[in-house]
């Protein structure tokens, strides 16, 4: 009974021992790692995607590599410009691992050589520079910090692929001095608005101005016009009237001297026609009346002719 359950022990003993050494010797490399590998302390070989077996206690895994690209936020750092301006400034830096080996073995503590090189180059790059270009050279400031730490990370086996200025903190004076001019610029920009805004007010309305004084001259000159032409026609309608006037005057004139010759009148009836005509111009308002000698005639006969009348009618 106790070699059976002695057996059965040392069996199972046996099988955590090999299932422990498996597990050891096989190692599972996932998607963007790799992992480098020491035999006896010295450097095998760096393990990529897939499945990869060790020798059990002589083959160990160094060191496993990320090699996504990775994001580093690094403190503000003090630095002091060309005109001895002290400010607090951030960075973040974006990198990946080229090379595993070199990242192992290249340095110590690799994150933190990255942070004590950004700090140093920052510092280098912004020393020649004064305040007012350190804040508006941001991009060339990036493009310089990123030129600079590739190349001293190239030995390490990092890639630094971009670097951002997240903050640039100068000291409050200098911040509310900012602020200051600030104010006094974006109210001189409101000013210069408002007197653009009010100068082309004034442009349109006097351009409106003026607009309408010409549409009221040009309806002046056409109601001038206009008048004009009415007067014209008025004055035509009324010399045509006058003319239709004279035209039936004479043609009943006419007509009437037509009448007397056809009745064969002598001439005492012509004379009577006249006097008849010199009745209706003394009518008028003429102060001074010249009767021709004819007619004094035609009166003294018309005189005698009412008297033989006027005795006729006694003898009767």
């Known amino acids: 009974m106790f070699g059976v359950a002695g057996g059965l022990l040392v069996f199972v003993v046996i099988a955590v021992i090999i299932l422990f050494i498996l597990s050891v010797c096989i190692r599972v490399v996932p998607q963007a790692q790799a992992l480098v ?17 060790l020798i059990p206690f002589i083959d160990r895994v160094a060191k496993k590599v990320n090699l996504k690209e990775q994001v580093e936020d690094f403190p503000p750092q003090p630095v002091i410009t060309k005109d001895n301006v002290t400010m607090q400034i951030d960075t973040v830096v974006f990198f990946y691992i080229t090379d595993p080996k070199m990242y192992a073995y290249g340095v110590e503590r690799p994150l933190l050589a990255i942070e004590n090189l950004t700090a140093t180059t ?15 050279s941001r991009e060339t400031i990036n493009a310089k910090m990123q030129e600079s730490l590739d190349i001293a990370t ?5 890639k630094v ?8 903190i100068p000291p409050a004076a200098i911040q509310e001095a900012m602020e200051k001019q600030m104010k006094a610029e974006r109210e001189r920009r409101e000013s210069i608005l408002r007197a653009e805004g009010e100068k082309k007010s004034m442009i349109l309305v006097a351009e409106g101005n003026k607009e309408s004084a010409v549409l009221n001259a040009e309806a002046e000159k056409e109601a001038a016009i206009l008048r ?7 004055k035509i309608k009324e010399a045509q009237g006058q003319a239709e006037a004279i035209r039936t005057v004479q043609q009943a004139t006419a007509d009437g001297i037509r009448f007397i010759k056809e009745a064969g009148a002598d001439h005492a009836v012509l004379q009577l026609k006249s006097l008849e005509a010199f009745k209706e111009a003394a009518n008028g308002r003429a102060n001074k009346i010249i009767i021709p000698s004819d007619i004094q005639g035609i009166a003294g006969m018309v005189k005698s002719i009412t008297e033989i ?3 006729d009618e006694k003898a009767e």
Do not use: C, M
């Not at 590998?37 to 077996?53: D, N």
């Not at 920052?122 to 508006?136: F, M």
């Not at 692929?161 to 640039?168: A, C, G, M, S, Y």
């Open 122 to 136: 920052l510092r280098n790059i912004i020393g020649d520079l004064e305040l007012d270009e350190t804040l508006t």
């Open 309 to 311: 009348a006027a005795k």
């Open 228 to 234: 004009a032409e009415a007067e014209k026609e008025k």
């Open 154 to 158: 190239d030995p390490w086996g990092i």
């Open 37 to 53: 590998v020491e035999r006896l302390g010295a450097y095998q070989g760096t393990y990529s995607v897939g499945i990869h077996f």
């Open 161 to 168: 692929t971009r670097v951002e200025l997240k903050n640039i």
